[in-house]
């Protein structure tokens, strides 16, 4: 469907949140420190919402396919109380990650029912990036720090001093639901607001290439092919894992990363299967019972996080299954940057750790 | 839609010791659940743990599933302790199986090491089951003692099925007992009776044994094509979505778990 603008105060988009919130399970974003972070709409933190800026600490994933849930027996919607779920301030990097989960839950031979559910309910209100951070490269990976497709509303940040409001973009049935239900929240949206919000994207966009430029950082055209090329680079991989603690952090906070575990346990007798978040730099990853570990060291664990994202997404699905949300640089304790880690890999040359 | 991580119950109706680590559970699930020789299933101590398993009866048999097992970790330990009547979740078929269209009409050489046999057996009663369609059934295999080979008491009834089935079993350490060769496994693939240009090659065992046979099979003139390699890998989900069993552009359990030399030779993390 075609989209439709209007525009919305932020104190009226708050007040609407309130209403919907009687029907859905609405998550919006919180300023806490220095981050914004997902959590429950709150009467009493209404005013540490804050919807424009970059993208949250939790990816998407979160919500569509849960860190921990149990798939048999399946939980009843207990805590959500049989509630859909509508996610605020939803990123653009974090909604083409959505390629490579709807491709890994949503297609092949066998369906997650879980994920699709969640996939189909979830009501996606997206938001444009108002002040890019210096660890956001969506733009190398030929993404763009605004919202093109997979959103069912869009908020593009109109005055950002007293009076936050924004232009509202809707592009889904789903959408349009929403916009029917409170039509008096909004006034229409002119060209004047579109023509802002361009300039808006403009400067964003043009804030980031700076990042990019000012680091060298690798753009996505440079790196087809380089795991082949670099696969058997040693020194480049253990060099690169040396401060790596095997935490994992890297894979829970990437929106694209979507392996997991099955386990079993009794509770009171019954059987359950719990599905788990899983990392790949957990040694047992692809450890077989018998023993047997084609990844035994921690750097080959590393080049695998690599080979998955630039060398398999690339071969089954053309594209590459990072989104350049910076999230992983943030989360590492050992300072494994991504972007130095690309640079490597294309150029050949990296800096030696410190302590060797 | 059908939840794809929920298994069905199924009764053990019979355990066989094979060896003193090795079991064979034969199971009757409470709903049908058919398979094709070389497809494998998860099994499941409920509330406890599953591990992938590929079934070692006859793929023509579909009431009844057997399952031969090896006690080598934390869920075939609790399997080995299971007894006939109690009840185990079984979820699948997965993978790809045996493609028995390409062996058909061709000259077989099926190598099998250790508990590597189990998936071998199924795919031996398949090609019994039509055992005139193929020109002629090799089996090699090993074990590490004599008391570590297992379906002893049916592979003389192997011998016996028809003419052209040719059977021998090497030990790495024999006993006093033992008249057959000594050696690996590679040590009775010389002077295989079969023309090795228009044959094909079965391998399942051990990661070790799977590389060096391959090795040997290759420099003995099978095409990479030729031969087919159960890939073991750690699999989770069975289906192609938990990340654990990627081998290159491929996942082993939706994939394979059977490849061709061909398609994995220039993959990396292939024989780990």
């Given at each position: 469907?075609?989209?439709?603008?209007?525009?919305?105060?932020?104190?009226?988009?708050?007040?609407?949140?309130?209403?919907?919130?009687?029907?859905?399970?609405?998550?919006?974003?919180?300023?806490?420190?220095?981050?914004?972070?997902?959590?429950?709409?709150?009467?009493?933190?209404?005013?540490?919402?804050?919807?424009?800026?970059?993208?949250?600490?939790?990816?998407?994933?979160?919500?569509?396919?849960?860190?921990?849930?149990?798939?048999?027996?399946?939980?009843?919607?207990?805590?959500?109380?049989?509630?859909?779920?509508?996610?605020?301030?939803?990123?653009?990097?974090?909604?083409?990650?959505?390629?490579?989960?709807?491709?890994?839950?949503?297609?092949?031979?066998?369906?997650?029912?879980?994920?699709?559910?969640?996939?189909?309910?979830?009501?996606?209100?997206?938001?444009?990036?108002?002040?890019?951070?210096?660890?956001?490269?969506?733009?190398?990976?030929?993404?763009?720090?605004?919202?093109?497709?997979?959103?069912?509303?869009?908020?593009?940040?109109?005055?950002?001093?007293?009076?936050?409001?924004?232009?509202?973009?809707?592009?889904?049935?789903?959408?349009?639901?929403?916009?029917?239900?409170?039509?008096?929240?909004?006034?229409?949206?002119?060209?004047?607001?579109?023509?802002?919000?361009?300039?808006?994207?403009?400067?964003?966009?043009?804030?980031?290439?700076?990042?990019?430029?000012?680091?060298?950082?690798?753009?996505?055209?440079?790196?087809?092919?380089?795991?082949?090329?670099?696969?058997?680079?040693?020194?480049?991989?253990?060099?690169?894992?040396?401060?790596?603690?095997?935490?994992?952090?890297?894979?829970?906070?990437?929106?694209?990363?979507?392996c997991f575990l099955l386990s079993d346990q009794k509770v009171g007798g019954v059987p359950e299967r719990l599905k788990a978040w899983?990392?790949?730099?957990?040694?047992?990853?692809?450890?077989?019972?018998?023993?047997?570990?084609?990844?035994?060291?921690?750097?080959?664990?590393?080049?695998?996080?690599?080979?998955?994202?630039?060398?398999?997404?690339?071969?089954?699905?053309?594209?590459?299954?990072?989104?350049?949300?910076?999230?992983?640089?943030?989360?590492?304790?050992?300072?494994?940057?991504?972007?130095?880690?690309?640079?490597?890999?294309?150029?050949?040359?990296?800096?030696?750790?410190?302590?060797? | 839609?059908?939840?794809?991580?929920?298994?069905?119950?199924?009764?053990?109706?019979?355990?066989?010791?094979?060896?003193?680590?090795?079991?064979?559970?034969?199971?009757?699930?409470?709903?049908?659940?058919?398979?094709?020789?070389?497809?494998?299933?998860?099994?499941?101590?409920?509330?406890i743990g599953e591990a992938p398993f590929t079934p070692s009866s006859n793929h023509d048999t579909t009431e009844i599933l057997d399952?031969?097992?090896?006690?080598?970790?934390?869920?075939?330990?609790?399997?080995?302790?299971?007894?006939?009547?109690?009840?185990?979740?079984?979820?699948?078929?997965?993978?790809?199986?045996?493609?028995?269209?390409?062996?058909?009409?061709?000259?077989?050489?099926?190598?099998?090491?250790?508990?590597?046999?189990?998936?071998?057996?199924?795919?031996?009663?398949?090609?019994?089951?039509?055992?005139?369609?193929?020109?002629?059934?090799?089996?090699?295999?090993?074990?590490?003692?004599?008391?570590?080979?297992?379906?002893?008491?049916?592979?003389?009834?192997?011998?016996?099925?028809?003419?052209?089935?040719?059977?021998?079993?090497?030990?790495?350490?024999?006993?006093?007992?033992?008249?057959?060769?000594?050696?690996?496994?590679?040590?009775?693939?010389?002077?295989?009776?079969?023309?090795?240009?228009?044959?094909?090659?079965?391998?399942?065992?051990?990661?070790?044994?799977?590389?060096?046979?391959?090795?040997?099979?290759?420099?003995?003139?099978?095409?990479?094509?030729?031969?087919?390699?159960?890939?073991?890998?750690?699999?989770?989900?069975?289906?192609?979505?938990?990340?654990?069993?990627?081998?290159?552009?491929?996942?082993?359990?939706?994939?394979?778990?059977?490849?061709?030399?061909?398609?994995?030779?220039?993959?990396?993390?292939?024989?780990?």
């Amino acid at each position: 469907m075609e989209s439709s603008y209007y525009c919305i105060s932020k104190q009226s988009f708050i007040d609407l949140l309130d209403r919907l919130a009687k029907h859905y399970s609405v998550y919006v974003p919180y300023r806490k420190n220095e981050t914004l972070s997902f959590g429950k709409l709150d009467p009493e933190q209404e005013t540490s919402i804050e919807i424009g800026q970059i993208r949250q600490s939790q990816p998407l994933k979160s919500f569509l396919n849960q860190a921990l849930e149990k798939v048999m027996v399946r939980d009843p919607r207990s805590e959500k109380q049989g509630k859909k779920t509508v996610v605020v301030g939803v990123k653009a990097c974090d909604l083409v990650s959505l390629r490579i989960q709807d491709y890994v839950f949503k297609e092949g031979d066998y369906k997650d029912p879980f994920y699709i559910e969640e996939r189909e309910s979830t009501v996606i209100i997206a938001s444009d990036c108002a002040d890019p951070k210096e660890t956001c490269f969506c733009v190398a990976m030929n993404g763009k720090p605004y919202p093109e497709k997979e959103f069912d509303i869009n908020l593009s940040l109109l005055k950002s001093v007293s009076k936050e409001s924004y232009l509202v973009e809707v592009a889904t049935e789903k959408g349009t639901r929403i916009l029917n239900e409170f039509r008096s929240f909004f006034t229409p949206g002119d060209s004047s607001h579109i023509k802002f919000r361009d300039e808006l994207r403009r400067k964003v966009t043009a804030q980031i290439e700076q990042f990019l430029q000012k680091r060298s950082t690798q753009r996505a055209s440079a790196l087809g092919g380089i795991m082949k090329k670099q696969f058997g680079n040693i020194e480049l991989w253990s060099d690169n894992a040396s401060t790596c603690v095997e935490c994992g952090a890297c894979n829970l906070v990437c929106p694209t990363c979507h392996c997991f575990l099955l386990s079993d346990q009794k509770v009171g007798g019954v059987p359950e299967r719990l599905k788990a978040w899983d990392s790949c730099l957990y040694k047992t990853f692809a450890r077989v019972a018998g023993g047997a570990n084609p990844r035994k060291h921690l750097w080959e664990r590393l080049r695998n996080r690599f080979d998955k994202k630039f060398g398999f997404f690339a071969e089954v699905l053309n594209t590459f299954a990072c989104t350049g949300c910076g999230r992983c640089i943030e989360a590492c304790p050992g300072d494994i940057d991504i972007r130095e880690v690309l640079k490597g890999l294309v150029t050949g040359t990296w800096a030696k750790p410190p302590h060797l | 839609m059908k939840n794809p991580y929920a298994y069905i119950e199924a009764d053990i109706v019979d355990v066989i010791d094979e060896t003193s680590t090795i079991k064979t559970f034969t199971l009757r699930p409470r709903e049908a659940i058919g398979f094709r020789t070389g497809q494998f299933m998860d099994i499941t101590a409920p509330g406890i743990g599953e591990a992938p398993f590929t079934p070692s009866s006859n793929h023509d048999t579909t009431e009844i599933l057997d399952f031969t097992i090896m006690n080598v970790g934390r869920v075939t330990t609790l399997l080995h302790a299971m007894k006939k009547g109690d009840l185990v979740g079984v979820r699948g078929p997965y993978g790809k199986g045996y493609p028995l269209k390409e062996f058909k009409g061709k000259e077989l050489c099926i190598v099998g090491g250790g508990v590597g046999l189990a998936p071998l057996r199924s795919l031996i009663y398949a090609l019994f089951n039509e055992v005139n369609d193929y020109k002629k059934i090799v089996l090699k295999f090993g074990a590490k003692t004599p008391n570590e080979i297992v379906y002893k008491r049916e592979i003389d009834s192997w011998r016996a099925r028809a003419k052209h089935v040719d059977i021998e079993i090497t030990v790495d350490k024999g006993d006093n007992t033992w008249k057959g060769n000594v050696g690996l496994v590679t040590t009775i693939l010389r002077d295989l009776p079969v023309h090795i240009k228009s044959a094909k090659a079965i391998v399942c065992g051990p990661p070790i044994m799977m590389k060096f046979v391959t090795f040997k099979l290759l420099e003995l003139g099978f095409r990479p094509e030729d031969i087919y390699l159960s890939m073991e890998k750690n699999m989770s989900c069975g289906i192609g979505k938990c990340g654990h069993c990627r081998i290159g552009p491929y996942y082993s359990c939706k994939d394979g778990p059977v490849f061709t030399y061909q398609q994995i030779k220039d993959l990396n993390e292939v024989w780990d």
